[in-house]
Antibody, heavy 118, light 106 residues
Framework: EVQLVESGGALVQPGGSLRLSCSAP????????VNWVRQSSRKGLVWVSR????????NYADSVKGRFTISRDNAKDTLYLQMRSLTVEDTGLYYC???????????WGRGTRVTVSS | EIQMTQSPSSLYASVGDRVTIICRSS??????LNWFRQRPGKAPELLIS???NLKRGVPSTFSGSGSGTYFTLTISSLTPDDFATYYC?????????FGGGTTVEI
């Protein structure tokens, strides 16, 4: 069974930056749309961003537009979420989820935790 | 932004019970509706896509119906694995949005 792996979460101060990574050990992310989703107790599941297979198309939630950048390195078979100007509202468990087999959000990782606090 | 509203927000049931969860969208999304189950401490998992298409490997006790703005997820006979939180999600337009979740408790 395919399992995605996220990393890079940490405790960071407001205004700080983080870069999250997502990979699929033993499988591949190449050729698939991939999404980032945040989960918090306050707001539940919130879609953050997505990227198409060649990286040419990216979409963002309004709340992160201009602050977050999604990208992928197909040579390294890894996806990234660069997060800047973080606020407490960005706190949560960040999942990556891939559209395998043309199914939306077919496979998820276990998440990486981001805490924005002073 | 399309708002997704689930009801009830929680319900109590027993093993073997039939349960139905409702999801409404603030505007028509045709059949672009997905259902997820999230067990405690785990990531969400896709159950149903495009309102009615059961993902391979998901038990046939799960079924989805609806179109437009009204959708349902039915579990015909609850098993212990099914005590979890269920989310609907629309994939009709950006931003993709999730419902607030329905927790099925024993």
């Amino acid at each position: 069974e395919v399992q995605l792996v996220e990393s890079g979460g940490a405790l960071v101060q407001p205004g700080g930056s983080l870069r999250l990574s997502c990979s699929a050990p033993g499988f591949t992310l190449r050729g698939f749309w991939v999404n980032w989703v945040r989960q918090s107790s306050r707001k539940g599941l919130v879609w953050v961003s997505r990227i198409n297979p060649d990286g040419a198309i990216t979409n963002y939630a309004d709340s992160v537009k201009g602050r977050f950048t999604i990208s992928r390195d197909n040579a390294k078979d890894t996806l990234y979420l660069q997060m800047r100007s973080l606020t407490v509202e960005d706190t949560g468990l960040y999942y990556c989820a891939a559209d395998y087999a043309d199914l939306p959000f077919e496979t998820w990782g276990r998440g990486t935790r981001v805490t924005v606090s002073s | 932004e399309i708002q997704m509203t689930q009801s009830p927000s929680s319900l109590y049931a027993s093993v073997g019970d039939r349960v139905t969860i409702i999801c409404r969208s603030s505007q028509s999304i045709s059949h672009y509706l997905n259902w997820f189950r999230q067990r405690p401490g785990k990531a969400p998992e896709l159950l149903i896509s495009a309102a009615t298409n059961l993902k391979r490997g998901v038990p046939s006790t799960f079924s989805g119906s609806g179109s437009g703005t009204y959708f349902t997820l039915t579990i015909s006979s609850l098993t212990p694995d099914d005590f979890a939180t269920y989310y609907c999600q629309q994939s009709s337009s950006l931003p993709l949005t999730f419902g607030g979740g329905t927790t099925v408790e024993i």
